[in-house]
């Protein structure tokens, strides 16, 4: 009942605040590998996940890839769903995404009388039931600007139903890459630059406003061991007042902070991050050929249980 209850009153947060969590379906990271990273992860990947993520990282994916991401989040109280595709198209590196989000059988009750709301046992009765679906489209062009600096944008649409509701908005991403060395690199995105809007049938409109991510990482190699290594940090600056679930702030902005590390053997990934908006994640990866298996973890968050993702990934000429 307790895990019911925090989770009810998350979601009514979601659905009903004043465009605060609007695009929290949208940031909250999609695949395996950010997730045991730290979920702040703009510099290096293994997928057409950079579409979504960073997609001044597309000219570096040479092959064609595709990517599918499951993920059940909170003991499957909410599920999430992603998919990616890369390729060349007349010289430009093009990379398209969507993320759909669910949440089933979410309890509508009657405030009118509140006496009806409670049961003999004490137990919420439902007026009825109704789902939640979250949807995002990405559209992502990445471009080499000279041998260490390469810059994306993205341009995305949003659509949400609720009840017999919906919305349907649109904004857009861009970002960057810079390689100090072959081993020390930078990267910046700015979400949500334009400020994305959604309109809803009830006439209500939610804002989603801009936050900035940056991301460095140091990668090198332990020959004698054959162990292939990266340390990732980053921090993302948020503005719509998440102070509460952040690790500082400053006016309007706040910030969240996270670290990790990936260490590889032969075609065997582990992988460990931290993040300060939540908690700590893992995760372990498998590449076979051209197809690489990722699975990550993150345990109990407000007493609403763990979270699972795995991502499948498949490259071809």
Not at 37 to 62: D, E, K, Q, R, W
Not at 136 to 153: H, R
Not at 189 to 206: A, I, M, N, P, R
């Amino acid at each position: 009942m307790k895990k019911l209850s925090s989770f009810l009153l998350i979601i009514t947060s979601f659905l009903l605040a004043d465009g605060k969590y609007a695009g929290e379906f949208i940031s909250s990271g999609t695949e395996a590998r950010s997730l045991a990273l730290g979920n702040i992860v703009l510099t290096s990947f293994n997928s057409s996940s950079a579409s979504y993520f960073n997609p001044a990282y597309l000219p570096m994916i040479t092959d064609k890839n595709v990517q599918l991401s499951h993920s059940e989040r909170f003991e499957g109280l909410v599920r999430q769903e992603f998919a990616s595709f890369k390729t060349k198209m007349n010289g430009h590196d093009l990379g398209f995404s969507m993320i759909w989000m669910g949440i089933d059988d979410i309890i509508l009750t009657k405030l009118q009388n509140e006496d009806s709301l409670i049961s003999e046992t004490n137990r919420i009765l439902p007026d009825k039931y109704v789902n939640d679906n979250e949807f995002a489209f990405f559209a992502s062009l990445g471009k080499k600007y000279n041998d260490k600096i390469f810059w994306g944008v993205n341009v995305k649409l949003l659509y949400k139903t609720f009840e017999e509701e919906s919305a349907f908005g649109f904004g857009t991403d861009i970002s960057g890459l810079y390689y100090i060395y072959p081993n020390i690199i930078l990267g910046m995105k700015v979400q949500d630059v334009t400020t994305s809007t959604l309109f809803w049938t009830t006439g209500l409109t939610e804002i989603v406003r801009p936050s900035i991510l940056f991301n460095a990482e140091y990668n090198n190699r332990v020959e004698y061991f054959l162990l292939d290594y990266k340390v990732i940090t980053g921090t993302k600056i948020r503005t719509e007042n998440y102070s509460e679930n952040s690790f500082a702030s400053l006016g309007v902005m706040d910030f969240v902070l996270s670290g990790g590390i990936e260490l590889k053997f032969k075609k065997v990934f582990i992988r460990g991050g931290y993040n300060t908006d939540n908690t700590w994640s893992a995760g372990s990866g498998l590449e076979y050929k051209n197809i690489t298996l990722d699975y990550a973890f993150k345990p109990d968050f407000e007493d609403l249980g763990d979270t699972h993702k795995v991502s499948l990934a498949y490259s071809w000429e």
